[in-house]
T-cell receptor
């Protein structure tokens, strides 16, 4: 059964500090992995999308890494800001050929940044 | 572009009533997705459309749920009859390609918060 496990479930850090969120998956065959940021009361917003051949991708202060061999991904946030407080969701897509690949969602990591 | 538009933003109804959620995707996007999010189960894909045609509805929980997309700019998700366990936030998202494409990004609407009493 395809699974996506995220850790930690929640994290509290001080403004300006760095942090790393983890995502382990068992989805196969693999197509791509996405990280979403979801602010409270809003829809998820895409941060990064990585395919099998990509090891790292950045979006501003967000840097995602992917190790397709160990089926692990991480999202690193540099110099955190109060606005980074949100839920971060890892989503892994199965390869569907010419069709849409089935998605498996992680439960998310809730990040709280304190001043 | 205004982004994905959903209505209503909040809905409170009594068990047994019919509920209709509405979505307007981003113009030009040919994929539309309906999701449900709860604390217990997280985010779940219910159904998706491609060019107004339902492609995969395997995530729809049961026959009480139905979705339609009569044209490229409008979709509905209907629950009849509603039950308390349907209480959740329902998101609509749209994209211009398949999940297999690295360029494809899904854009989510603000969601409809449904409470069934």
């Amino acid at each position: 059964k395809n699974q996506v496990e995220q850790s930690p479930q929640s994290l509290i850090i001080l403004e300006g500090k760095n942090c790393t969120l983890q995502c382990n998956y068992t989805v196969s065959p693999f197509s791509n992995l996405r990280w979403y940021k979801q602010d409270t009361g809003r829809g998820p917003v895409s941060l990064t999308i990585m395919t099998f051949s990509e090891n790292t991708k950045s979006n501003g202060r967000y840097t995602a890494t992917l190790d397709a061999d160990t089926k692990q991904s991480s999202l690193h946030i540099t110099a955190s800001q109060l606005s980074d407080s949100a839920s971060y969701i890892c989503v892994v897509s199965e390869w569907g050929g010419t069709s849409y690949g089935k998605l498996t969602f992680g439960q998310g990591t809730i990040l709280t940044v304190h001043p | 572009d205004a982004g994905v538009i959903q209505s209503p933003r909040h809905e409170v109804t009594e068990m047994g009533q019919e509920v209709t959620l509405r979505c307007k995707p981003i113009s030009g996007h040919d994929y539309l997705f309906w999701y449900r999010q709860t604390m217990m189960r997280g985010l779940e894909l219910l159904i998706y459309f491609n060019n107004n045609v339902p492609i995969d509805d395997s995530g729809m929980p049961e026959d009480r749920f139905s979705a339609k997309m009569p044209n490229a700019s409008f979709s509905t998700l209907k629950i009849q009859p509603s039950e308390p366990r349907d209480s959740a936030v329902y998101f609509c998202a749209s994209s211009s390609g398949t999940s297999g494409s690295p360029q494809e990004t899904q854009y989510f609407g603000p969601g409809t918060r449904l409470l069934v009493l």
